[in-house]
């Protein structure tokens, strides 16, 4: 039988925030009403088709940003960076941030994530910890331009 180290999970958060950066994951928040015209009860669109912020579907989807704490690496101030499968390819940040409801909301319905000023699309998650889920391992792509 193997024995884990108790409070692992708490070290580990300590660790990240310790050393870890703010990082912002944009999702999308659908359902948000016009701030210009009214709802048509009948046909649940804007009362004027042609609203300038709405374009007359009276219900809008924005973007909320989300800001948690995560230990980041990425790949073009870290090159050559080695990993077990590899290296990491320039424009790639891996993010670890701790898992919970929160934030598994917020990395499910990521647009786009903001690390250090530059924008990125998610590639891959992979949940860790043994032996309960403890931690998010995100991949994260450049977005071009």
């Keep these: 039988m193997i024995f884990w180290p108790t409070g ?3 070290t580990i958060d300590e660790i990240r925030e310790a050393i870890g950066r703010n990082i912002t994951i944009l999702i999308t928040i659908s359902g948000v ?3 210009i015209c009214s709802l048509n009860p009948v046909s649940n669109l804007s009362t004027n088709p042609f609203c300038p912020t709405c374009g007359g579907t009276y219900w ?3 973007s909320s940003g989300y800001v948690v704490k995560a230990h980041v690496t990425v790949g073009e101030i870290d090159l050559p960076w080695r990993v077990a499968g590899g290296y990491i390819e320039k424009g790639e940040a891996v993010v670890q941030i701790k898992y919970n409801t929160d934030n598994l909301y917020a990395v499910e319905h990521a647009q786009h994530y903001i ?3 530059k924008v990125y699309l998610q ?8 032996p309960d889920i403890n931690r998010m ?9």
Excluded: A, F, H
Excluded at 123 to 130: A, F, P
Excluded at 137 to 142: A, D, G, Q, S, Y
């Design 8 to 10: 692992t999970p708490d």
């Design 33 to 35: 009403p016009c701030s």
């Design 60 to 62: 809008r989807n924005t």
């Design 115 to 117: 690390v250090d000023g």
């Design 123 to 130: 590639d891959d998650i992979s949940y860790r910890g043994v």
């Design 137 to 145: 391992v995100i991949t994260l792509k450049e977005q071009d331009g």
